[in-house]
């Protein structure tokens, strides 16, 4: 799906005319060259895509905040910290090298959005960004807020003590309040 969309995505409505043997004449010269037989082939790569389905222990540990451009925000359901996670809407993606450069690159713009909004909503001290994957191979980005005197500050928020779940009116305000802080009105 992602290099699909990538390569054919922006040019859908012209490959879709191009395919039906309609007229060219209003394509741009660029579309105009692909010629009937790649739209047919770029429309067919289109079509067959594997939706984006999000890992089911990904679903079960976070809570929905908000979509960007290209990731899911979500709120790991563990107050201990506050911890957002972005997720990449892209099917069999299980490493950043995976990404098509431009989604790297957008990929890269949300995280610096949300570590901004992160660290200004909660006063953190230092924000942490990591890419593990050991446990659920879905490429995800994890953004952790720490402070000093924090559970187990200096050392990692993985692998610390028993997961301690959010209220769901709790979850939801801080959701919210993230949500405002990336995404202002």
């Known amino acids: 799906m992602t290099r699909a969309i990538a390569r054919w995505g922006c040019f ?20 105009s060259m692909i010629g009937v037989l790649n739209a047919r082939r770029a429309l067919l790569e289109i ?19 908000g979509r960007l451009g290209l990731c899911e925000l979500r709120l790991m359901n563990d107050r201990r910290w506050p911890w ?14 995976d990404l098509t450069p431009l989604d790297q690159t ?10 901004k909004a992160l660290k200004a909503s909660t006063g953190a001290g230092k924000i942490n960004i990591g890419t593990l994957g050991n446990v659920v191979p879905m490429f995800h980005l994890h953004i ?3 402070s000093a005197g924090d559970p187990n500050w200096p050392g990692p928020v993985w692998g610390f003590g028993a997961r301690q779940a959010y209220a769901d009116e709790d ?3 801080f959701g919210e309040q993230i949500r405002q802080a990336v995404l202002p009105a």
């Open 171 to 173: 979850a939801e305000r």
């Open 47 to 65: 079509m067959t895509m594997r939706a984006f389905e999000l890992d089911p222990r990904l679903a079960a540990d976070t809570v929905a905040v």
């Open 106 to 115: 957008m990929l890269t713009f949300e995280m610096g959005l949300v570590a």
């Open 12 to 31: 859908l409505p012209d490959l879709t005319r191009l395919a039906s043997g309609s007229s060219t004449t209003n394509l741009p010269a660029s579309i």
């Open 144 to 146: 952790v807020a720490r």
């Open 84 to 97: 957002v996670i972005l997720v990449p809407q892209r099917p069999d993606i299980t490493e950043f090298h």
